[in-house]
């Protein structure tokens, strides 16, 4: 990567970094937000847009970590960020067994497919006693959003290296390479199902390290909003946005799309959700293949003439 | 060099959209010949929704009425709400826009039990006081925060009233059930002990998940269990879903009560003739013999079209209870105004508003029990307060 | 196990299949001719049901005589949508599918909204044939019936259409290979036209049923959607008499878990469903090709 591109993200990051403990409240619960959902789309950047296989379902590990999460910090009374590694790696090691099922389906029936694997586990956590079933959990009070804010930070960072990463190796290769026709790529020898197994559990264990943060910021879960398919779309608009299977795309949908949806909804609360959908809308109608792509496009084509 | 392009894109559009966010973090006002600012946010999307339009105008009728009487500590009040769709991490980022950016002086609970238990959580934080008129359930209340008071009946109240009638008219078995979400929970916790001191037994109870397709599958159970009353710990889309059922499968207890979901106006709208002797627990009612109430009645019809419904009222109560409790204090100073709530007794349109000092729980406000009849509500519970007598049994399907 | 109730059970199940197969069988016209996965479903459903119930609370007006005019509305409605939205997609069929599942996700946003600002967030229903007529010791409820009548009725016309009229086999040709169906002579727009508008029609005269069983407000349609694309996935893409299956099947699973489990794994029974089906049985229960 070039140098240049690689100091402007470092004062982006840093930009964020050093912030918030100087912004207020609001502020800080903003740009959680705004970092949560990026990451988030980075995430599911990898099985979506890297792999092609939309998924409307990441939100199944996110609610599990936020669950694990809670429980851990309830009954064990260990740190939250603890809790919220364990989270983690109980959703990497669910997303194995859970890959090898549902990415046997393709297109919009693994999309669906994860879509109703949300739902399944909406409703377990909403039928257990364990989980506290509908009345959800509280955690104790007091939490600290810049803790929270650091760990999202984090682990957004990580996602994004590891997506450059991808977007150069032998393993991106493959997965575009089965994205593109996998019938074709396996004939030539390449390993799709461990390719794209392997990117559904990048695309499971971040949303599972993420959940847990969600819940100590929040001090209390419960099945609707800790499996709520915001989530998915909020990650699907960005990532669509921005480019999706790009190395960028996420971040630019991302700013951008929180941005906007911050202020309509404050200013326009009534109004808000037609702009939302109307702006989803007329973008896809003129940049379908998100701003990212489309920039570079007319890049490429003003260097071509120069 | 068609990367340098792209990075200093990328970082100008970065740059732009967070400099617009910390932009618009304002600043603050003096203070002297402001007004006063309240801030709240209201559930008028999302699943509780029906309440919120009411729930508004309560607060709205309130704060013109204060300001024609020359405003609060001789400022004019102002509101500033912001819709948070019923979710709770909107909310917080809500209630703290209001605390940090729109620097509100003041601030009133959320709808919901679920979306208050995470903002109670910023309350505290910001050492804000913060009276909860809409949260009947106890558990928010419970761990251990000062900053949070409950403005409405107790949840664990709501269901002796049903329980006391049916004692009184030698029923024995009951049927539970209600939405499996924190609030009816709470309703019917306390069932199974209190049926045992009236000397009734419980011979069901399930719950039902929140945003159920069918209840044909409970009714059919109630059904078997021959239970003489039903007391159902529900919403109105849930109240009304179950109420049909249970025509659906001709099961016609002696008493039936659905809990919340009854009180809302358009229970009777969507149900017709079939709502008559369905009985719910309402915080109030337009006839209630509490301090201001019939003017408040009026006063709202007059201004806003329509009669008010109980969240109106109990968002109206909140501000009383508020506003008083600021002229006590003196001032602004949201310590001693935190004091006062713990601890002033005041009339309301409610009732007699007091809570626990220790935990904020409500106290002097007691629950009605109201029942359908022709498309009316009537008191029917407790007895120093009732309009007419219950109505029951429940009339059978067949005969409507 | 009494009979009496297994009875009561079975029949409950399959009113509410009958149900979930009206909604069901809009989205299967569309998804199965146009491989669009159409995320507004619901909002078109419940925007019909939010219609007739304001219609019956303001002027008493019955559901049944706002069906035509909502099966029409909906039909041109839905026709300008795929004019001037849809049509417009990228003719590669990887970005199409991802681009129209985006695109039916705005839409559906924009009409949640334009529900919210139309109807608020107040619940509604119509309170009309709430009674049910009992056969024996069984109880039918009359809604549900009628909806049951009139999804079995729409089922088989649709696969009439498809297998024995000229615009069917369009249809099919269409689904199956736009290039073939161009080859053959077919006007594929407006055959993909004609689809959209049936599906999105269909959609509408369900919700003017669906107003008098289920109470309903701008937010509820994502559960249509959900439950409709389990329907279809147990039943088959573009299979209508599967999807009458399909949503018994669902009907009879809630029903009966409902009873012997909980509620609670009830309202999880589609989902699996929709999962072991997509897992086990791609092509569906009846494991038949598309039409």
């Known amino acids: 990567m070039k140098r240049a591109t690689v100091a402007g993200f470092v004062l982006v990051v840093a930009a964020l970094a050093l912030i918030p403990p100087f912004a207020s409240g609001y502020v800080r619960s903003l740009l959680y937000i705004t970092v949560l959902d990026v990451a988030l789309a980075y995430a599911w950047n990898v099985i979506s847009g890297y792999a092609g296989y939309l998924s409307f379902g990441q939100v199944t590990f996110f609610g599990l970590g936020a669950y694990t999460t809670a429980l851990v910090v309830i009954h064990g009374h260990v740190a939250w960020w603890e809790g919220a590694l364990l989270g983690g790696a109980l959703s990497a090691l669910l997303a194995v067994p859970l890959g090898y099922l549902m990415l046997r389906l393709r297109g919009a029936y693994f999309a669906l497919g994860m879509l109703g694997l949300a739902q399944t586990f909406q409703v377990i956590a909403n039928a257990s006693g364990f989980s506290g079933g509908g009345s959800g959990l509280f955690l104790p009070p007091g939490s600290n959003t810049l803790a929270v804010y650091y760990w999202t930070l984090a682990i957004a960072v990580l996602t994004f290296v590891a997506t450059v990463f991808i977007d150069r190796s032998a393993f991106g290769l493959r997965l575009q390479a089965l994205r593109e026709d996998e019938q074709v790529a396996s004939t030539l020898g390449v390993d799709v199902t461990t390719a794209k197994v392997m990117a559904f559990v990048i695309s499971a264990i971040v949303p599972g390290l993420l959940g847990g943060g969600y819940a100590w910021y929040l001090t209390y879960i419960e099945p609707v909003s800790a499996f709520a398919t915001r989530f998915d779309l909020q990650a699907v608009a960005m990532t669509i946005l921005g480019g999706i299977g790009t190395v960028w795309g996420p971040l630019i949908g991302g700013v951008l799309m929180s941005q906007v949806s911050e202020t309509l909804a404050a200013q326009f609360p009534q109004t808000y959700l037609m702009i939302f959908g109307g702006l989803v809308v007329v973008l896809l109608l003129f940049l379908p293949r998100g701003i990212v792509p489309a920039v570079s496009a007319a890049l490429a084509r003003r260097r071509a003439r120069a | 060099m068609k990367r340098n392009d792209l990075v200093r894109l990328t970082a100008a559009v970065v740059a732009a959209a967070f400099t617009a966010v910390l932009g618009s973090a304002g600043v603050p006002a003096t203070a002297q010949g402001k007004p006063i600012v309240i801030g709240a946010s209201i559930s008028e999307t999302g699943a509780y929704a029906d309440s919120g339009k009411y729930a508004l105008q309560g607060y709205q009728l309130w704060v013109q009425q204060q300001n024609a009487k020359g405003g609060l500590l001789g400022r004019k009040i102002e509101l500033k709400t912001y819709d948070d769709a019923s979710d709770p991490a909107t909310a917080v980022r809500l209630y703290q826009r209001l605390i940090d950016q729109d620097h509100v002086d003041l601030i009133v609970g959320p709808y919901s039990s679920a979306v208050t238990a995470s903002v109670a959580n910023v309350a505290q934080q910001h050492h804000m006081p913060m009276i909860s008129p809409e949260v009947a359930s106890t558990a928010p209340f419970e761990r251990g925060l000062t900053e949070i008071f409950q403005g409405i009946q107790v949840a664990a109240d709501y269901v002796s009233g049903p329980m006391e009638i049916a004692k009184e008219h030698g029923y024995k078995t009951i049927a539970v059930t209600g939405e499996d979400t924190l609030f009816p929970r709470s309703v019917v916790a306390g069932v199974e002990d209190q049926a045992k001191k009236l000397g009734m037994t419980v011979v069901f109870n399930q719950l039902y998940p929140h945003n159920a397709s069918d209840y044909s599958a409970i009714v059919q159970k109630m059904k078997e269990a021959n239970p003489d009353i039903v007391l159902s710990a529900s919403y109105l889309p849930d109240s009304v879903g179950l109420l049909r059922a249970m025509k659906q499968a001709n099961f016609a207890p002696k008493l039936v009560y659905l809990g919340v979901g009854p009180t809302e106006l358009s229970f009777g709208t969507q149900n017709g003739k079939d709502a008559d002797g369905v009985m719910g627990t309402g915080n109030w009612s337009a006839e209630l013999k509490t301090q201001g109430n019939a003017d408040f009645v009026k006063a709202f019809e007059a201004t806003f079209g329509r009669p008010p419904d109980y969240h109106a009222a109990s968002n109206y109560a909140a501000l009383e209870v508020l506003g008083e409790a600021v002229k006590r204090a003196g001032s602004l100073d949201l310590d001693k105004i935190r004091d006062q709530l713990a601890t002033l007794t005041m009339p309301t349109v409610m009732g007699s508003y007091r809570v626990d000092p220790k935990t904020g729980i409500q106290q002097g406000y007691r629950s009605l029990v109201l029942q359908w009849e022709n498309g009316k509500q009537y008191v029917v519970y407790p007895k120093q307060l009732a309009q007419r007598a219950p109505n029951v049994p429940f009339a059978a399907w067949a005969s409507r | ?291």
């Open chain 3, 1 to 291: 196990m009494h009979p009496v109730l297994i009875g009561q059970l079975t029949v409950d199940g399959l009113l509410l299949g009958g149900i979930y197969a009206l909604s069901a069988l809009g989205l299967n016209v569309i998804f199965g001719v146009m491989r669009i996965v159409n995320l507004a479903h619901g909002e078109f459903v419940i925007g019909a049901a939010l219609f007739a119930a304001v219609l019956f609370e303001r002027w008493h007006i019955n559901p049944f005589i706002v069906l035509p005019f909502a099966f029409a509305a909906a039909f041109g409605g839905g026709a300008l949508i795929q004019r001037f939205l849809l049509r417009r997609l990228p003719e590669d069929l990887a970005a199409a599918e991802t681009t129209s599942l985006l695109l039916t996700f705005g839409i559906s946003y924009f009409l949640v909204g334009a529900g919210l600002a139309i109807f608020s967030g107040n619940f509604r229903s119509v309170p009309f044939l709430t009674g049910a007529w009992a056969l024996g010791a069984i109880s039918i409820a009359q809604t549900r019936f009628v909806a049951f009548v009139t999804s079995s009725i729409l089922a088989l016309l649709l696969a009439l259409l498809l297998r024995y009229t000229a615009l069917g086999r369009s249809l099919r040709a269409t689904s199956q290979s736009i290039e073939g169906a161009l080859a053959c002579g077919v006007d594929v727009e407006r055959v993909r036209t004609f689809a959209f508008a049936l599906g999105t029609g269909i959609a509408a005269a369900s919700g003017c049923l669906l107003s008098l069983i289920f109470t309903v407000n701008p937010e509820t349609g994502a559960n249509v959607t959900l439950a409709s694309f389990a329907v279809i996935a147990l039943g088959g893409l573009g299979d209508y008499v599967g999807t009458l299956v399909g949503a018994a099947i669902i009907g009879l699973a809630i029903s009966f878990t409902g009873y012997y489990a909980s509620a609670q794994v009830a309202q999880a029974a589609p989902y699996v469903l929709f999962i072991l089906v997509l897992l086990l049985r791609p092509s569906g229960l009846l494991g038949r090709r598309a039409a």
